[in-house]
């Protein structure tokens, strides 16, 4: 059978950054990444890519690697065509790892889709084939946003995410505030990764509404298990608040589509993997809540894959597809191109598109 799995490899892919890539939790200098290597009984390749990202959530390379080597022989002789079969595995046997399974499954779906030779943005449904990434500006100084954002409109970007909650309120309302004198029109999303209290939120909100500046939406502010200030700040805050770590399974995306506790969802197949994910998007479409797409610290490999999704689901309205941008090495060819904040997946014929 052409689709059975003959073999799975899995190699560290260490990729440094431009500069450190800075949250409210902490700052990445090299993406210790892993590449997923799936070879079909007919020789086709898939590939798939782990990112795990310490300080979003604690996994790390070592970690991810031990769960895919964990599952190496269950996942070869398998057929690539029984996917979700796989992902239910997968689930079952690593299921914290979600940067392990997102690998997996990437590459299993990768190499099914080269063989049948069509693209997975087709695969997942064909809703479009571009979508509008945002572009981040990660913590540091009021100087350091300030040129960031003029970096980000002259690469033709429309739209800035301005990570938040690393330090105090004043400082992050001063770098808002000079992000907005020199991109006036752009909009901006505020991502606080945990760093804020509800209480903080509002305060920096209520400041930034003093000088005319509303946010396109605020993300995750508040810790993953602070529910009560997620649905304070869903219920009072007056912009849209997306659920990232929070969101972290389906069954955490329903207890916020039951509570209200987001008005959008920060959709990431590194927290959940590939076929969580396409629930996750269904859960929330179902009960009215907004989409967003997004990830860790990946290549240019992770980010298409999450651009087929997007893409291919539809109805994504915010993108946040930008960190190839932010490596100062891309090992692979292929791949989404991307033109000013365009992502463009048109020209790709078969599978993700990205190869070693």
Known sequence: MDTVIRALDVAPLDIPLRSPFGIAGGAQEIARNLLVTVELANGVRGYGEAAPFPAFNGETQAGAQAAIESVRTAIEGADAREWRAIADLLRERIGASGSARCAIETAVLDALTRHYGIPLYVFFGGAGQTLETD?????????EAALAALDILDRGIRQIKVKIGGSDLQHDLARITAIRAVA?????????????????????????????????????????DDWEGMRQLARWSGVPIAADETASSAAHVLRIAFERAAQVINIKLMKTGVVEALEIAAIARAAGLGLMIGGMVESILAMTMSAHVAAGLGGFRFVDLDTPLFLAENPFSGGFVLRGGTIDLSHITAGHGVNP
């Not at 572009?135 to 100087?143: D, H, L, N, Q, S």
């Not at 500046?213 to 605020?218: C, E, N, Q, R």
């Open 135 to 143: 572009m981040t500006i990660t913590t540091g100084t009021v100087e």
């Open 184 to 224: 006036p029109d752009a909009p901006l999303i505020l991502d606080g990764n945990g760093g804020l209290t509800a209480e903080t939120t509002l305060e920096l909100l209520g400041a930034l509404c003093l000088q005319q500046i509303v946010p396109a939406l605020v993300e995750q502010p508040v810790p993953a």
